[in-house]
């Protein structure tokens, strides 16, 4: 069973940058897959990106070439790297394993000026 934690969320204008690290505990086994889901105001939870435990990726085409997802299997944490931040980049940002037992409390990006 796998719980997570997130952090790095804040307010920052445009054009800005934030990184946002996930850090999961407990056990799990390969194969899994880390990802990254926001939540905007009155919308649905939406998949940002992805990164499979062999290093495979996938990115929302609404943040590509700005965001980066990486992974550290040794400290059991995954980022989420935001650069060229855009007002529609406003949500809340959830972190997903694929063997967890329940989402994390989120963390809160605001894009704005």
């Known amino acids: 069973q796998v719980q997570l934690v997130e952090s790095g969320g804040g307010s920052v204008q445009p054009g800005g940058s934030l990184r946002l690290s996930c850090v999961a505990s407990?056990?799990?086994?390969?194969?899994?897959?880390w990802a990254w889901y926001r939540q905007g105001p009155g919308a649905q939870r939406e998949l940002v990106a992805r990164v499979t435990n062999s290093g495979i990726t996938n990115y929302d085409d609404s943040v590509k070439g700005r965001f980066t997802i990486g992974g550290d299997g040794a400290k059991n944490t995954v980022y989420l790297q935001m650069n060229s931040l855009k007002p529609e980049d406003t949500a809340v940002y959830y972190c997903?394993?694929?063997?967890?037992?329940?989402w994390g409390q989120g963390t809160q990006v605001t894009v704005s000026s």
């Open positions: 997903y394993h694929s063997q967890q037992v329940a």
């Open positions: 407990g056990t799990f086994f390969s194969p899994y897959m």
